[in-house]
C-alpha cells in the first residue's frame, strides 16, 4: 500500500512539472553569471524547458530577480512569482508578465538581448554586460 501511494504521487508530480514545463524554472547551480565579464557571486540562475533565465538575487544591498524570455526582448522583473529558495520557480502562465527594468539614462533602453542554450546576454540600464552562461 506504500509503495503504490509513493508511486501515485510521483507520477502525479511528474504530470504536474510536464504540464507546467514553460513555468516552472529549476535552479542551475552550475551557471555562471558575468558583469563586464567579471565573474558575479550570489547571484542564483533558474531555467525553464524552453531555456528562458530568471536570476535572483537575495542579498543585500539591492536585491532583485530579472526575468529573460526569449519571446520579449525587454529583461524585466516578473509580476507573479513564487518560488522555494535556490531550488525552483514557478510564474503564474507560460508568457510571464513582467515589469520592464527602471532605466534612467538618457534615450530609449536597448537591452540587445541575446539568449541560446548555452548563454544568455543583455545590456543592463547602467550599461554594464550582463552575460549568463548556462550547463
Known amino acids: 500500500m506504500?509503495?503504490?501511494i509513493l508511486i501515485v504521487a510521483f507520477l502525479a508530480a511528474m504530470v504536474f512539472v510536464l504540464v507546467n514545463r514553460e513555468r516552472i524554472y529549476l535552479r542551475d547551480p552550475i551557471a555562471t553569471v558575468y558583469r563586464n565579464d567579471v565573474e558575479q557571486s550570489g547571484i542564483q540562475v533558474y531555467m525553464n524547458y524552453s531555456d528562458e533565465v530568471l536570476l535572483e538575487k537575495d542579498s543585500e544591498p539591492n536585491p532583485y530577480r530579472i526575468l529573460l524570455q526569449d519571446w520579449n526582448p525587454m529583461p524585466g522583473t516578473p509580476i507573479?512569482?513564487?518560488?522555494?529558495?535556490?531550488?525552483a520557480c514557478m510564474t503564474t502562465t507560460d508568457r510571464a508578465p513582467t515589469q520592464p527594468i527602471p532605466f534612467t539614462g538618457k534615450g530609449k533602453y536597448d537591452p540587445r538581448l541575446n539568449m541560446s542554450s548555452r548563454e544568455s546576454s543583455f545590456i543592463d540600464p547602467d550599461g554594464a554586460r550582463i552575460r549568463v552562461t548556462l550547463r
Open 80 to 87: 507573479n512569482l513564487s518560488c522555494i529558495r535556490w531550488m
Open 2 to 4: 506504500g509503495k503504490t
